[in-house]
């Protein structure tokens, strides 16, 4: 974790540098043209995402997806973009209603991964299929994912939500687009949505040493924790 997160250090210090000498070709599109095709695939994530996320979440997601697409575009990567949608629409779909885990207990991005591949293969989803996206979902917290040993796909989920949540890799997409999908996607509440709070994650997971980096970070007042099952 230390080492991926060295790598991503070193990447964005060298896109500042370039960029304070004009050397960044940044990366646009027009966000029309990069939604995600119309397959039976893509709306039963989709309508499994819009039934257990709450809003917050569901833009999280949407960005996630968006700037991963804008950061494979920057490197030329070829992308699937079926597996890419599915997996940024649901990547953090451990933290959803419903969810029969909670982060103290288990690693929420396994706890999704796992949920997430029990339904698309119920709604009858081709395996090899959903096991590309819940492999995705299960490293996208890793801090960088080799696009070369994992797939294009499974390293733009990481690199998108990386770019959100730390403002990793904006540098690369052009400012213009980068406005455009806040301004239909706001930020809102995105901490508590992510649940990013001391003490909330089982210890030793990514998710804990993450949040263990910025100790500041504290459980906002009032918010009671979600309650077991069968409590």
Avoid at 158 to 166: E, I
Avoid at 200 to 220: D, M, N, V, W, Y
Wanted: hydrophobic share 40%; glycine share 10%.
């Amino acid at each position: 974790m230390l080492t991926n997160l060295g790598r991503m250090g070193m990447l964005e210090a060298l896109d500042a540098f370039r960029g304070k000498l004009g050397l960044i070709n940044t990366f646009g599109a027009d966000l029309e043209g990069l939604q995600p095709p119309e397959t039976a695939l893509v709306r039963d994530a989709l309508d499994f995402a819009d039934e257990v996320q709450n809003l917050d979440l569901m833009r999280h997601s949407w960005r996630t997806y968006y700037f991963g697409l804008l950061l494979g575009g920057y490197r030329k990567l070829t992308v699937d973009k079926e597996i890419l949608f599915c997996a940024a629409i649901l990547h953090d779909v451990g933290l959803a209603s419903g969810r029969t885990s909670e982060p103290r207990d288990c690693c929420f991005v396994v706890h999704g991964a796992e949920r997430c591949q029990h339904h698309l293969v119920g709604q009858g989803h081709d395996r090899a299929k959903v096991h590309r996206i819940a492999d995705a979902i299960g490293l996208h917290l890793n801090g960088y994912v080799s696009a070369r040993r994992y797939g294009a796909e499974a390293h733009l989920i990481s690199r998108g939500a990386m770019c959100d949540v730390f403002g990793m890799g904006q540098r690369r997409i052009a400012q213009n687009v980068r406005k455009d999908i806040f301004a239909r996607y706001p930020k809102g509440k995105l901490n508590d949505a992510l649940e990013i709070w001391p003490g909330h994650h089982l210890a030793g997971t990514r998710a804990e040493f993450l949040i263990s980096l910025e100790p500041s970070r504290k459980k906002p007042d009032g918010l009671k924790a979600r309650p077991q099952p069968g409590e």
